[in-house]
């Protein structure tokens, strides 16, 4: 093994964690009282379905945005604006807030420590923007430890693309069959990685595995 490429969000990156904390500060704003584990339930959909639709190329990545509030203002009992800019006014208060809440895992710097003790080339392969994606990165402290990110929006094709896996490796200098993909996403980060050609290991936090765990079991 000459590399490990890294998910970000929801591996790396609390995606969830630093979402649900955003809901609590920002739905009492829109009028929606406290956040609700209906809320919390409301948004995820939102956002799972028309960020999907970005990447399928059918939304602009704004334009996802404003499918989101369109499907989640409801919920919280709040009128939805007909004008995007009305929309993408809303959305800026959830923007506003988001990055205050942005945390790092417990397991994700000692993996990349051990991945770098090990002599191995670190990248992050993510679905989402170059400028989030990064910003993420040195937030939360992992920035200076890795050496390639590959953003969706960057390579123009996302997972579970091979060109996606393949991309990545080649910007690592490695071979696919030298590198290992770890991520939450069993589809898009497992199987997609191994049709590709590299190796894969599935980050399942709910049955107890870390990502030292994966790292060191190479």
């Known amino acids: 093994m000459k590399a490990v490429i890294f998910d970000l969000d929801d591996t790396l990156f609390d995606h969830y964690s630093s979402v649900v904390a955003t809901l609590r500060a920002w739905v009492p704003v829109l009028g929606g009282g406290e956040l609700t584990d209906e809320h919390v339930a409301q948004w995820f959909v939102a956002e799972h379905r028309?960020?999907?639709l970005w990447l399928a190329g059918e939304l602009s990545h704004q334009d996802q945005r404003r499918g989101r509030l369109r499907d989640f203002l409801p919920a919280v009992g709040h009128p939805v604006p007909t004008g995007d800019a009305e929309l993408d006014e809303i959305f800026s208060?959830?923007?506003?807030r988001y990055p205050q809440y942005w945390t790092a895992f417990p397991d994700a710097l000692p993996a990349l420590e051990v991945a770098k003790s090990n002599g191995w080339r670190i990248g992050v392969l993510t679905n989402g923007t170059v400028g989030q994606q990064n910003a993420k990165l040195a937030a939360i402290g992992l920035?200076?430890?890795?050496?390639?990110?590959?953003?969706?929006?960057?390579?123009?094709?996302?997972k579970p693309v091979p060109e996606s896996y393949l991309?990545?490796?080649?910007?690592?200098?490695?071979?696919?069959?030298?590198?290992?993909m770890i991520g939450d996403n069993l589809e898009k980060d497992v199987l997609g990685a191994r049709?590709?050609?590299l190796a894969?290991?599935?980050?399942?936090?709910?049955?107890g595995i870390t990502l030292t765990q994966l790292v060191r079991a190479v």
């Open 50 to 52: 028309n960020f999907e």
């Open 93 to 96: 208060g959830f923007l506003d």
């Open 143 to 158: 920035a200076g430890h890795i050496d390639v990110v590959s953003t969706s929006e960057g390579l123009g094709v996302s």
């Open 167 to 180: 991309l990545t490796c080649a910007a690592l200098g490695v071979d696919p069959a030298d590198a290992l």
């Open 195 to 197: 049709a590709a050609g």
């Open 200 to 207: 894969a290991e599935h980050l399942d936090r709910a049955a």
